[in-house]
T-cell receptor, first 120, second 112 residues
Framework: EAQVTQNPRYLITVTGKKLTVTCSQN?????MSWYRQDPGLGLRQIYY???????DKGDVPEGYKVSRKEKRNFPLILESPSPNQTSLYFC???????????????????FGPGTRLTVL | KNQVEQSPQSLIILEGKNCTLQ??????????LRWYKQDTGRGPVSLTI?????NTKSNGRYTATLDADTKQSSLHITASQLSDSASYIC???????????FGKGTTLSVSS
């Protein structure tokens, strides 16, 4: 079954304690991205990756790191979490980037089930 | 500034009725427009994707329309079901170098 998986699904942590949220897709997609969703603000992109070893900042990258060492995995790292990073996080993937005038114009973007993070 | 505005913010309808959700955008140059359905606590699921050259796209009881001249899109839901209760998100993509621009969504509640 084609899917994007995230772990953990729920996490409560304390300020400053490093954490990693994993994301994995089994569709051989090149493009992967991370979003956070907050009430009243909608989805905002944190980081994205065009392919292995190619990552770039989205709209709200401060306080986050990512890596793309393998095509299927795109972990999100919070080196020193703060309460303002309490949010619902989604990983997403698509065969090609969903922006621009290339072949990705109509590629479906698949979202993971979400990770609800609380930083105390 | 690239923006996507959705209306109404929330909507309550009776099961079996039709409804239409609106999306206005200012993204330019425009590449494509997507509608997603997001159930509470779950990831968004793609409903339709339209490029600038398309003006309608259907997916079962969901029909999206696009007017690239007026920069407006609508999502029409026919014969609503209880399972249609969700948030519907409009997402607009610009040309290369610009990010996806997400609307804040319309929350639809279908009651029996």
């Amino acid at each position: 079954e084609a899917q994007v998986t995230q772990n953990p699904r729920y996490l409560i942590t304390v300020t400053g304690k490093k954490l990693t949220v994993t994301c994995s897709q089994n569709m051989n997609h090149e493009y992967m991205s991370w979003y956070r969703q907050d009430p009243g603000l909608g989805l905002r992109q944190i980081y994205y990756s065009m392919n292995v070893e190619v990552t770039d900042k989205g709209d709200v990258p401060e306080g986050y790191k990512v890596s793309r060492k393998e095509k299927r995995n795109f972990p999100l790292i919070l080196e020193s979490p703060s309460p303002n990073q309490t949010s619902l996080y989604f990983c997403a993937s698509s065969l090609t980037p969903p922006v621009g005038g290339g072949a990705g114009l109509t590629d479906t973007q698949y979202f993971g089930p979400g990770t609800r993070l609380t930083v105390l | 500034k690239n923006q996507v505005e959705q209306s109404p913010q929330s909507l309550i309808i009776l099961e079996g009725k039709n409804c239409t959700l609106q999306c206005n955008y200012t993204v330019s140059p425009f590449s494509n427009l997507r509608w997603y359905k997001q159930d509470t606590g779950r990831g968004p699921v793609s409903l339709t994707i339209m490029t600038f050259s398309e003006n309608t796209k259907s997916n079962g009881r969901y029909t999206a329309t696009l007017d690239a001249d007026t920069k407006q899109s609508s999502l029409h839901i026919t014969a609503s079901q209880l399972s249609d209760s969700a948030s519907y998100i409009c997402v607009v993509s610009g040309q290369a170098g610009t990010a996806l621009i997400f609307g804040k969504g319309t929350t639809l509640s279908v009651s029996s």
